[in-house]
């Protein structure tokens, strides 16, 4: 089976768009993906499309520290969720990142599991409708997100268990659950079917898939493919020198 990558255009050194997608199309990208979008989206969109490529993935709500896991945010964040539902049927967007938000003192992990799964319960049977995941993403809270609290793949999956929804599901970043807890490949291929979308970064620094960082992107993207992983790998990662070349590699060593 075929790995289809992405490129995450939101961590990387402005480029014109236009020379951008005609370069990672050439390579044999099949996708992009975004942050947050701008007034620019909708040409962003259509420049992708002009060169062959989906816009797959963006942010679905704010923020990464004010989350789900405090009921409180939940009208908003069910707001905020349904409008990018909409946005991303009108531009063909696969999937929204959603995020737990940051630990709250005095609160229990059972307590912001819940809290986390309700918020998403609201939202799940109109992703359902709409054909469009939602994609608890799982980060770092040592180097990069201090105090995020979906920082383990233990806790994404007892969330997401709890909604219990086709269309909810984990955003797994490898780079991210490098620095937490390692077993990379158990984790990704024991979970394959609540998996959404997989982030990539060379680790330790968030660079290059090259060989100075230790991770085996080679080893786990054919992990991945072997255990039928049907979403993208987006590669998430700031290029310490040439742009294209990275990215040229990444795709070489993702490419199964």
């Not at 951008?20 to 040409?43: K, Q, S």
């Not at 002009?50 to 945010?73: D, P, T």
């Not at 060989?211 to 493919?225: F, M, T």
């Given at each position: 089976?075929?790995?289809?990558?992405?490129?995450?255009?939101?961590?990387?050194?402005?480029?014109e768009?236009?020379?951008?997608?005609r370069?990672?199309?050439?390579?044999?990208y099949?996708?992009?993906?975004i942050?947050?979008?701008?007034?620019?989206?909708?040409?962003?969109?259509e420049?992708?499309?002009?060169?062959?490529?989906?816009?797959?993935?963006?942010?679905?709500?704010?923020?990464?520290?004010?989350?789900?896991n405090k009921?409180?945010?939940?009208?908003?964040?069910?707001a905020?969720?349904?409008?990018?539902?909409d946005?991303a049927v009108t531009?063909?967007l696969?999937?929204?990142?959603?995020?737990?938000g940051?630990?709250?003192?005095?609160?229990?992990?059972?307590?912001?599991?819940?809290?986390?799964?309700?918020?998403?319960?609201?939202?799940?049977?109109?992703?359902?409708e709409?054909?469009?995941?939602?994609?608890?993403?799982?980060?770092?809270?040592?180097?990069?997100?201090?105090?995020?609290?979906?920082d383990?793949?233990a806790?994404?999956?007892?969330?997401?268990?709890?909604?219990?929804?086709?269309?909810?599901?984990?955003l797994?970043?490898?780079y991210?659950?490098?620095?937490?807890?390692?077993?990379?490949i158990?984790?990704?291929?024991?979970?394959?079917?609540?998996i959404?979308?997989?982030h990539?970064?060379?680790?330790?620094?968030?660079?290059?898939?090259?060989?100075?960082?230790?991770?085996?992107?080679?080893g786990?993207?054919?992990?991945?493919?072997?255990?039928?992983?049907?979403?993208?790998?987006?590669?998430?990662?700031?290029?310490?020198?040439?742009?294209?070349?990275?990215?040229r590699?990444a795709?070489?060593?993702?490419?199964a």
């Amino acid at each position: 089976m075929e790995t289809r990558q992405s490129v995450c255009l939101s961590i990387l050194p402005d480029m014109e768009p236009d020379e951008l997608f005609r370069e990672i199309a050439a390579i044999g990208y099949h996708a992009v993906e975004i942050w947050e979008r701008d007034d620019n989206f909708p040409d962003l969109c259509e420049t992708a499309s002009r060169h062959g490529l989906q816009m797959v993935s963006m942010i679905g709500h704010a923020s990464l520290y004010g989350g789900l896991n405090k009921r409180e945010n939940h009208d908003r964040i069910e707001a905020e969720l349904r409008a990018s539902i909409d946005c991303a049927v009108t531009y063909g967007l696969r999937g929204l990142i959603c995020f737990s938000g940051a630990r709250v003192e005095g609160m229990s992990d059972d307590e912001a599991v819940a809290n986390t799964a309700a918020g998403l319960a609201r939202v799940a049977p109109y992703a359902e409708e709409k054909d469009v995941n939602l994609n608890l993403e799982l980060l770092n809270s040592i180097v990069d997100h201090p105090g995020y609290q979906c920082d383990h793949t233990a806790w994404g999956l007892e969330a997401i268990a709890h909604v219990d929804s086709p269309r909810v599901k984990l955003l797994y970043d490898i780079y991210h659950m490098q620095i937490m807890e390692g077993n990379i490949i158990h984790n990704l291929t024991t979970n394959i079917d609540v998996i959404g979308h997989i982030h990539t970064a060379g680790n330790p620094g968030r660079n290059d898939l090259d060989d100075n960082q230790e991770l085996n992107y080679r080893g786990i993207c054919r992990a991945v493919s072997a255990a039928g992983y049907h979403g993208f790998i987006g590669h998430e990662f700031q290029p310490k020198n040439d742009v294209i070349a990275a990215l040229r590699q990444a795709f070489e060593i993702c490419h199964a």
